[in-house]
């Protein structure tokens, strides 16, 4: 069966400081991968989506940046944090874009 | 392009008493729908879905939703809430002709003894 991860499951990072979350996913090949961020009230936001290797579609211009070095792996990443990149962060996987997405179990991150 | 709108951010029911989760969607062509639950500090969990054929789908947890073409719905329902349903639930829409999944702003189900 598919397993999904994600770590850290916590951080706190000062404003100014790098990021990176880290997202893997077992069990499948060539997976559609998926970051989100929810921020207190806002909903589930779309944040970068990939389709393959090397792949990234970005949804909303900002201060972070993903990549996909490897088939099933998933990188978020920031080179200065901002109070408002505060949030949940989940990452999700699905065979296809169009079908049902399975998302990990997330990633709190506090910018202080 | 699709959306969906969830109807009501938060909804507070009785143990035992009928849950009722409204979602209305926009597609230009036939969508995919699906109902999400997240628990506190948790990622999202599949509860249903619906693709094509019946159109009253059974989900995990005794959960189950209509779709209704003719008033793009897709509300979700249980006879009977528990405690521990208590969670915010997500519905998305898909169609082939945008691809990605769209998901509402959720709802908030809080459950009194």
């Known amino acids: 069966s598919q397993t999904i991860h994600q770590w850290p499951a916590t951080l706190v990072q000062p404003v100014g400081s790098p990021l990176s979350l880290e997202c893997t996913v077992e069990?499948?090949?060539?997976?559609?991968l998926y970051w989100y961020r929810q921020a207190a009230g806002r909903g589930l936001q779309l944040l970068f989506y990939s389709v393959g290797i090397g792949q990234i579609s970005s949804e909303v211009p900002q201060n972070l940046s993903a990549s996909r070095p490897q088939d099933r792996q998933f990188i978020l990443s920031s080179k200065k944090l901002l109070l408002s990149d505060s949030g949940f962060y989940l990452c999700a996987w699905s065979v296809r874009l169009d079908v049902e997405q399975f998302f990990g179990p997330g990633t709190r991150l506090t910018v202080l | 392009a699709q959306s969906v709108t969830q109807l009501g951010s938060h909804v507070s029911v009785s143990e035992g008493a009928l849950v009722l989760l409204r979602c209305n969607y926009s597609?230009?062509?036939?969508?995919?729908l699906f109902w999400y639950v997240q628990y506190p500090n948790q990622g999202l969990q599949l509860l249903l879905k619906y693709t094509t054929g019946a159109t009253l789908v059974k989900g995990i947890n005794g959960f189950e939703a209509e779709f209704k073409k003719s008033e793009t719905s897709f509300h979700l329902t249980k006879p009977s809430a528990h405690m521990s349903d208590a969670a915010e639930y997500f519905c998305?829409?898909?169609?082939?002709?945008?691809?990605?999944?769209?998901f509402g702003q959720g709802t908030i189900l809080t459950v009194h003894p």
């Open positions: 597609s230009s062509v036939p969508p995919y």
């Open positions: 998305a829409v898909s169609d082939p002709s945008y691809g990605k999944l769209t």
């Open positions: 069990g499948t090949s060539n997976p559609n």
